[in-house]
């Protein structure tokens, strides 16, 4: 799985089992329509059949929650899995009959289509569950379930938590080595802490195949090692934890939970998965595509204009840093002059600047030279909503100046964002100009929602698109 992608052991069955539920309360909704049908022979429902219908979806949706039908260990199980599955379906019938007797309504309901409907929805949902326990079980047959682990240090508990996770029958954690920033990598020894490699080494295993979690097991009297490591690892798109001896110092918390039966506390999260990588994945694809519709015959003026006004490509691509440190070519309308794209050029543009052409000054104000990069976004190298991407060269210079720079690479780069709605773009000719505006980059990743992404493309409609710093 490339590193772009999402991890399967959480990413996957987040989605299948948020579908399953989607799946069950339409079912039930469906069912209790075509239960109508066979009776009635019409399909012309009251609407105090509709009222039923809707609430057997809601209270169908609640009862399973709560009876944990929707848990990645229940629905591997497919015997159990039914079971539930038939005790919670009891409850919702029961309690709709319940809610008619009281509400005096139960007259107008037919027996029979209740019966219909009782038992069509529940041979449904047991159809779509166990399509779901068939995915699951050729997922974990090929392996894709396991929750694949990095370990830091070379130490006795490193020792003693491999041992723990490799004994587990359920075979749900693939230990992938143990990583350590002192020892050399060694061949030999104690098959529990052997080193794969160095720090170094597992950030650049990351970028072909990256692991779900990275587990600290080094002793908590370490504290300053222990801050150097997750200096470094913070820029991870994965799950960070730290073991119990690792606990008691002023480093940011998420709270403790347990991995493999053993306790950990957690230090970073995933700053997208699951669900929300679902929700922000339609997001790009759902609204970049209805923009790229609406603008296309403008940006076909634009390229006959370069083509006018300028010779050389309509085209500029460049190679930039993009999601986990992976490059990517972001595309631009050509705004300078051919000989300065040609000649890899990566100089920021400043006020002035006799490179820019005499119609890419008025892309650059209006950031209509912006538009190609729908193409990324619908191919997946970049966001709508992010922190903007930076050419390689300032990229690596940053990097080596800026605490957290390398942060911003824990989510894919965007056409616009937080900085950019909060003024700071266009030329970054300080310091403390670019200080600001990873800041403001963070921000986004720790507080990402679906409504701040609305909210930033709203805004940037009225000061995202000409600022003064455009040029």
């Given amino acids: ?27 039930v909704i469906l069912t209790g329509a075509i239960g109508y049908w066979l009776r009635h022979d019409t399909w012309d429902v009251p609407g105090y059949y509709i009222i039923a219908f809707l609430a057997g979806g809601i209270l169908t949706l609640n009862v ?32 709709l009959i319940v809610l008619a007797y009281f509400t005096k309504s139960s007259d107008e309901f037919s027996r029979v289509w209740l019966a219909l409907w009782a038992v069509t929805a529940f041979l449904a949902m047991v159809f779509a569950h166990v399509a779901v326990y068939w995915q699951l079980a050729r997922w974990r047959r090929r392996g894709l379930l396991r929750v694949k682990i990095a370990i830091v240090g070379a130490t006795p508990l490193a020792a003693r938590l491999r041992r723990r996770l490799l004994a587990r029958e359920d075979e749900q954690y693939e ?7 002192r020892a050399p990598k060694s061949d030999a020894g104690d098959e529990d802490v052997r080193v794969n490699g160095t720090i170094a080494d597992l950030l650049a295993r ?134 300065a794209a040609r000649a890899g050029d990566v100089r920021q543009a400043t006020r002035d600047d006799p490179r820019i052409t005499r119609l890419g000054g008025l892309l650059r104000r209006t950031s209509l ?4 990069q729908l193409f990324n976004v619908l191919k997946g190298d970049m966001s ?10 300032h ?48 921000y986004y990743i720790d507080h990402w929602s679906l409504f701040l992404d609305l909210k930033i493309l709203f805004l940037t409609l009225f000061v995202g698109f000409v600022h003064e710093n455009a040029y």
């Fill in 1 to 27: 799985m490339s590193a772009r992608g999402m991890a399967m052991a959480s990413d996957a069955p987040t989605f299948l089992m948020g579908v399953l539920r989607v799946a069950d309360v339409a079912l």
């Fill in 64 to 95: 399973m929650h709560v009876g944990k039908v929707y848990t990645l260990a229940n629905l591997q199980q497919l015997g159990f899995q039914i079971g539930q599955l038939l005790a919670c379906w009891v409850g919702v019938v029961l309690t």
């Fill in 175 to 181: 230990f992938v080595g143990v990583y350590d920033d």
């Fill in 206 to 339: 990351f970028r072909q195949d990256p692991v779900d979690e990275v587990v600290i097991a080094l002793s908590w009297q370490e504290s300053e090692r222990i801050t150097a490591l997750l200096k470094e690892l913070k820029t991870l798109p994965a799950n960070v934890r730290l073991c119990p001896e690792a606990a008691g110092f002023d480093i940011p918390t998420r709270g403790f939970m347990t991995l493999g039966g053993i306790p950990m506390l957690g230090v970073f999260e995933r700053p997208l998965h699951g669900w929300n990588l679902v929700l922000k994945s339609l997001e790009d694809r759902i609204i970049a595509g209805i923009i790229l519709i609406l603008v296309l015959p403008l940006m076909a003026l634009i390229a006959i204009a370069i083509r006018l006004d300028s010779p050389g490509p309509v085209l500029f691509g460049q190679k930039r840093y993009g999601f986990n440190n992976n490059e990517f070519t972001v595309y631009k309308f050509r705004t300078m002059v051919a000989e």
């Fill in 369 to 372: 030279d912006e538009l190609p």
């Fill in 384 to 393: 709508l909503v992010g922190p903007r991407p930076h050419a390689v060269q």
């Fill in 395 to 442: 990229n690596e210079q940053f990097a080596k100046t800026i605490d957290d720079y390398l942060g911003r690479h824990r989510v894919k780069p965007g056409i616009t964002g937080w900085a950019q709605i909060n003024g700071l773009r266009g030329e970054t000719d300080s310091l403390r100009k670019m200080q600001l505006r990873v800041q403001c980059d963070l």
